[in-house]
């Protein structure tokens, strides 16, 4: 056994946990040290006697028993820094959990392992803050890994997690997924609660994951979907995502599929295009589907509503620190909090 952090998925590492190749603990010592030895700037916080714990009493048995899990600097830990990335809010502490977090650890099993980074207040689609600094993209470390789950994505792509938490309201998961090759998944709003305390803002926004793997994706919805009471909007249980995987395809043929390519503004560059031609068309003649092009996806003014609404709740969170605490903020806060007074 090396001492490195665990090279594949999560589902792989609970299997190696329950035929005793790797324990919880060896995990999460090689996570530790993955962590003291990156230059991704990923992880702001760590409470590592809190993990040492976890992870000598973690039950492998469940669906991720043992696995270390980083949590994005958004998702509250009771008694964690609860900072929304922010400098005004660098001294406060989280004072719940929330659902999402609540259930990969009570239901599945997992270890938290450290406090990811990510774009002040979940805002922009990259990871550079005043309080953090810049995270770095595995890739190329002069990259972003995006944003706003950006912290996340480059741990996990990085090999210090096999799985970390996310959140996406236009694109906080499925962009870090993109520029960091992982699989990011953007649930329907509701699927996994937002409570205990939940806060809609514009309607958009669903937490989820960042994993190496379909099946570790899936995994995590079997565990952390349902309705919670404490959110009214969220949505009742869907069983059977791990075990569903593949099972479906028979029911693609003759479905009408479109192809697009800005979605109404988004600047897509020819590389990108040309990949994501040749999969749709692999895809479509490989399943029957039946190809619709020229669809119009412009909405007018789409980006001005999304800024607008998103600073709105921004503008809300500071309160009165506002605008004494502007020059604390990155700079596309800022730009938006001036552009909308």
Known sequence: MGNDAW???????VEAFRSGERSPSEELQATFDAIDASDLNAICYEDREASVAAAASADVQLPFGGVPVGIKELNEVQGWPNTSASVPFKDRVATFTTTNVERIVNLGGAV???QTTASEFGGVNLTRTEIHGATHNPWELGKTPGGSSGGSAAAVAGGIYTIATGGDGGGSIRIPAGFSGLVGLKGTFGRIPLGPEAE???LTVSTGCMTRSVRDTA???DVCNGHDPRDPLSLARVEGWERGLGSHLDELAGARVAVVSDWGGAIVSPIMWELLEEAATNLISDRGMTRIDDVDTH???MGAAWSISGMIAVKAALGDMWPDCADVLTPEMRMGLEATA
């Open 299 to 301: 909405v007018p003014r």
């Open 219 to 221: 995994r995590w919805f």
């Open 200 to 202: 809609y803002g514009n």
């Open 112 to 114: 938290l392992a450290g």
């Open 7 to 13: 090279g594949g998925d999560a589902a792989s590492l």
